[in-house]
């Protein structure tokens, strides 16, 4: 069975900086693009970076571009996003998912999302 | 970078009735790549359809996706009380806005 397990959320004051995690089982993680989703408290969705299958290659929206790092460990099927200069409205629900293969980013596994709140 | 704009905002419908949901692509979307998502409160959304009509896993087949080029729908043809929820479009990067099913 498929699962991803995220982790790492909390409470930052502006300025500071979270890293979270994600534990991914149940499939051949190496093999998946995988990412980041996130949603601030009663609005959409909004993508937030994604990185390929092996590190080589990673995307940001522009929001982010400069202050979050996305990266992944393939030998500990985990998957990474260092958060720092945090401001007030990246307060959201981060979501890790992977990518289905050849859909255009389709997110076809989502794990149950953590809190990141970022308040002085 | 492709906008994605759904429609209506809000759809207001009674259990047994059918659902018509629009994803508008501000520029032709190649292979018909767009995915529909559903999103219950307090839970990570759901993958519906990739492709555009690629039903994913464990999707009840009442749920369809259609479209091409810059125009998508997703319908649902008898809605069922654990159908109202909010639904999203998405290509890459970009997601729309959503479209919240309500009780009517």
């Known amino acids: 069975e498929v699962q991803l397990v995220d982790s790492g959320g909390g409470l930052v004051q502006p300025g500071g900086s979270l890293r979270l995690s994600c534990a991914a089982s149940?499939?051949?993680?190496?093999?998946?693009?995988m990412g980041w989703v996130r949603q601030a408290p009663g609005k959409g969705l909004e993508w937030v970076a994604n990185?390929?299958?092996?590190?080589?290659?990673?995307h940001y929206v522009d929001s982010v571009n400069g202050r979050f790092t996305i990266s992944r460990d393939n030998a500990k099927n985990s998957l990474y996003l260092q958060m720092n200069s945090l401001r007030v409205e990246d307060t959201a629900v981060y979501y890790c998912?992977?990518?289905?293969?050849?859909?255009?980013?389709?997110?076809?596994?989502w794990g149950q999302g953590t809190l990141v709140t970022v308040s002085s | 970078e492709i906008v994605l704009t759904q429609s209506p905002g809000t759809l207001s419908l009674s259990p047994g009735e059918r659902a018509t949901l629009s994803c508008r692509a501000s520029q032709s979307i190649r292979n018909s790549l767009l995915a529909w998502y559903q999103q219950k409160p307090g839970q990570a959304p759901r993958l519906l359809f990739y492709?555009?009509?690629s039903r994913a896993t464990g999707i009840p087949d009442r749920f369809s996706g259609s479209g091409s080029g810059t125009d998508f729908a997703l319908t649902i043809s008898r809605l069922e009380p654990e159908d109202f929820a909010v639904y999203y479009c998405?290509?890459?990067?970009?997601f729309g806005r959503g479209t919240k099913v309500e009780i009517k």
């Open positions: 990185i390929k299958d092996d590190g080589s290659e990673k």
């Open positions: 149940g499939f051949t993680f190496s093999s998946y693009w």
């Open positions: 998405q290509h890459y990067g970009a």
């Open positions: 492709g555009a009509s």
């Open positions: 998912a992977r990518e289905a293969i050849g859909t255009a980013s389709a997110r076809d596994y």
